[in-house]
């Protein structure tokens, strides 16, 4: 089962690390921050209703309160990494946002939680990784900089919520499409009373929004709830450091951005982590790791 979790991560993990380049695309279309937010959890609440149907609706009122908890962090999070775009380029903004498995280690230490020596390790091997794939460019701002480790903070208070959260029993479905819902209603909201609410796109730029709520909502999002509730915050966190690295591979290939010798060694370095995490320990140190 904590296999399949992993597995789910991942796959999350590369459909999230899309978003910087189709938010940059949405930008060129009109849109900004609130509305690329709000239009990838609407059209996205939108598919998991035509998946899931009646389906969706068959909960009960302790849980409903529940997902519009949950739907706070997790709407605050693309506001904040969104708007960050506007000060650094993506590669830094979502380097600096994969700050949060380090928090997240430490509020489940907080909270008690065992940390063990392998989960150190780990994460310590990805903090190390991501050091060398932090490349700020000669215009990044120091509010952008902040923006994004902020966006990091809220996002891993919604992961210790979504996994104390007692929601196991529960589709993925289910969970996705109402935390969706509630965070497209919330992230309207702001975006009107900002002043920051419009629609007047082109076909480009709808089609960008509608894939971004296919792509980053609909499927990714229930790939990473069902994953962490198999595996746990720590190492859900933990193997969602291939997002930056899909946005890395996605500037190399699309974009005709070279990866450095440093940014391929940050590479290596975090796919260590993940292997170090993953491989089953002789059984004299399996009790201690």
Wanted: charged letters at 10%; glycine letters at 8%.
């Amino acid at each position: 089962m904590v296999q399949k979790g992993i597995f789910y991560i991942i796959i999350s993990s590369v459909l999230f690390g899309m978003m910087p380049l189709l938010a940059r695309i949405a930008y060129s279309h009109n849109s900004n921050a609130y509305m690329v937010a709000f239009l990838r959890f609407a059209f996205g609440s939108l598919f998991l209703l035509l998946w899931g149907r009646k389906k969706l609706f068959v909960i009960k009122r302790n849980e409903l309160y529940t997902f519009m908890k949950l739907s706070v962090p997790y709407a605050l999070t693309p506001i904040f990494l969104y708007l960050s775009y506007n000060y650094i380029d993506g590669g830094t903004a979502t380097t600096l946002h994969f700050t949060y498995p380090i928090i997240v280690m430490l509020m489940m230490f907080l909270i008690k939680k065992t940390i063990t020596i392998r989960q150190l390790i780990c994460a310590s091997l990805a903090g190390g990784g991501l050091v060398l794939l932090y490349s700020p460019s000669s215009h990044s701002s120091l509010l952008g900089n902040g923006i994004a480790i902020f966006s990091g903070f809220i996002y891993a208070i919604y992961i210790v919520m979504l996994g104390r959260s007692h929601l196991k029993h529960l589709s993925s479905l289910v969970t996705a499409f109402w935390v969706s819902l509630f965070s497209a209603i919330e992230i309207g909201g702001i975006a009107f009373m900002q002043g920051q609410f419009t629609l007047s796109f082109n076909l480009e730029g709808w089609l960008v929004q509608i894939l971004m709520g296919l792509l980053a909502t609909t499927l990714a999002l229930m790939l990473f709830q069902k994953g962490l509730l198999l595996c746990g915050e720590i190492k859900a966190s933990m193997f969602s450091t291939f997002e930056p690295i899909t946005g890395l591979l996605i500037g190399a290939f699309f974009q005709g951005e070279v990866l450095s010798l440093v940014e391929m060694c940050g590479i290596l370095l975090i796919l260590l982590s993940v292997i170090v995490l993953v491989m089953p320990l002789p059984q004299y140190i399996r009790k201690s790791a």
